[in-house]
């Protein structure tokens, strides 16, 4: 059982490319989440999902789009990038978004842009 | 608004205790995490609290008062790998996660 993988596991771009970020898990959790954490600043929350179908906008969505066909995919798309959107990305997912159900996270994919 | 308080940094001798302390005023409260985080690396779950009062997990434990906004995480027979980042995080009304902006730990010999 793999859990939760993301691709790719770092990168570079050049500003004003577009960036797709994948996550999968196969865990059958409902829930999916996007962070990026930056040094002082902790993990803050880009997007989340509570359930195939449905997506939402957490605490720094701009510049950022994401999509949920199904359960176990949850790409992140970064249309035009800049340098201020260079981080450590990573996904996680839970079972359900609420009550005590833990959030397990992806090993992260280091964007930089250029 | 969500405030997330913890301590930056801390140091701790290998074989003693430490107590992490994080304080929280946010809207609504369904349960408080702690995660710990090597460097380059994801963060992985230790605790969860949501009831006051002290949950025991081997070396790890972590208390939680309600009514006064507060947590720690206590860790016990300080070891080398315990060197990491400590984060809490506290679930609101919603349905994500609200983190603090971690400590980390360091453990000398």
């Known amino acids: 059982i793999a859990g939760i993988t993301q691709a790719p596991t770092s990168q570079i771009l050049a500003a004003g490319r577009r960036m797709t970020l994948r996550c999968t898990q196969d865990m059958r959790h409902n829930a999916m989440y996007w962070y990026r954490q930056d040094l002082g600043l902790g993990l803050r929350l880009i997007h989340y999902?509570?359930?195939?179908?449905?997506?939402g906008k957490g605490e720094v969505p701009d510049g950022y789009s994401v999509s949920r066909a199904n359960t176990d995919d949850f790409p992140l798309t970064l249309a035009s990038a800049v340098p201020s959107q260079t981080s450590v990305y990573f996904c996680a997912s839970s079972r359900t978004s609420g009550g005590p159900d833990t959030q397990y996270f992806g090993p992260g994919t280091r964007l930089t842009v250029l | 608004g969500q405030n997330i308080d913890q301590p930056t940094e801390m140091t701790a001798t290998e074989g003693a205790i430490v107590q992490i302390n994080c304080t929280y005023q946010t809207s609504g409260f369904n349960g408080l995490f702690w995660y710990q985080q090597h460097a380059g690396e994801a963060p992985t779950f230790l605790s969860y609290?949501?009831?006051?009062g002290l949950e025991e997990k081997g070396r790890f434990s972590s208390f939680l008062s309600r009514s006064k906004g507060y947590s720690y995480l206590l860790l016990k027979e300080l070891q080398m790998k315990d060197s990491a980042s400590y984060l809490c995080a506290v679930r609101d009304s919603g349905y994500a996660l609200n983190f603090g902006k971690g400590t980390s730990l360091l453990v000398t010999p």
């Open positions: 999902s509570n359930t195939a179908g449905t997506t």
């Open positions: 609290n949501v009831l006051d």
